[in-house]
């Protein structure tokens, strides 16, 4: 049983060093005089990928690596992670998501500087947070929702594999993941989703990646920012959420 001080400081770590990783990329494909300016769609959906990835075996050996309110929700509803433990993981994430994107607002300051250049200036909130391409909110939460299904189900089923995983001993299993092998499956599950599923609403499938950026994009002094957006903010949140449970649910029925 992971204690709350071991998950407070697994999940903050985790979780910023995902939003480090997803907004950095976000940021050296969008903004301008970024060398990987342009670099497309399948560039943001590897390092989204690769953030995953440095952020769950990070956070794994103290916190099971959640880094994900959904990803949380969905393994307390399976069974998994005590109810009791899901406010500390979920404070947890939102603190170090915010503090991953004043990181990736400090790594790329010149560049945000840049794009408020007369001439080049350019919204900045897709750097930090999700929005729809098509802005209809229903089709935009039931994106979310299977987006999310199709990130919470399988790791709830990888979870099954009983392997000796990071921070592990034998007989015990390895958080949501079973085994450490399948930290590296979840990260190109990932991938896949950004790939796959990501077009439509830009994924956000965890509520902390896009909550905690959004307010730390309506905080920072970023010159001619644009909007925040607030009236979108409640679909990233509650889309994942509702997948986490159904996720739990089928796991349950499954199981």
Request: glycine fraction near 16%.
């Amino acid at each position: 049983m992971y204690t709350n001080g071991d998950i407070v400081v697994g999940e903050v770590i985790g979780t910023a060093i995902l939003i480090l990783f997803g907004a950095g990329v976000c940021a050296a494909v969008t903004l301008h005089h970024s060398k990987a300016r342009g670099a497309g769609w399948v560039v943001i959906a590897f390092g989204w990928g690769l953030g995953v990835l440095a952020g769950a075996y990070t956070a794994a050996p103290l916190s099971g690596g959640h880094l994900n309110p959904a990803v949380t929700v969905g393994s307390a509803v399976a069974g998994g992670t005590p109810w009791s433990k899901v406010p500390v993981y979920v404070l947890a994430q939102m603190v170090g998501a915010a503090i991953g994107a004043v990181l990736a607002w400090a790594l790329y300051y010149a560049q945000f500087a840049a794009n408020a250049e007369e001439g080049k200036a350019q919204p900045t909130l897709g750097v930090f947070s999700t929005a729809p391409e098509i802005r209809r909110p229903v089709a935009n939460l039931v994106t979310e929702v299977i987006a999310t299904v199709g990130l919470v189900l399988p790791l709830l089923f990888f979870g099954e594999n009983k392997g000796i995983g990071i921070g592990q001993v034998p007989g015990e299993r390895a958080g949501v993941y079973g085994s450490g092998i399948n930290v590296l499956l979840v990260a190109l599950l990932v991938v896949g989703i950004g790939l796959s599923l990501g077009g439509p609403t830009g994924y956000a499938i965890n509520p902390a990646r896009d909550l905690g950026p959004r307010v730390v994009h309506a905080l920072l002094p970023i010159p001619n920012k644009g909007s925040s957006d607030w009236g979108y903010a409640w679909i990233p949140v509650a889309g994942p959420l509702i997948g986490a449970v159904l996720s739990g649910l089928v796991h349950q029925a499954a199981f």
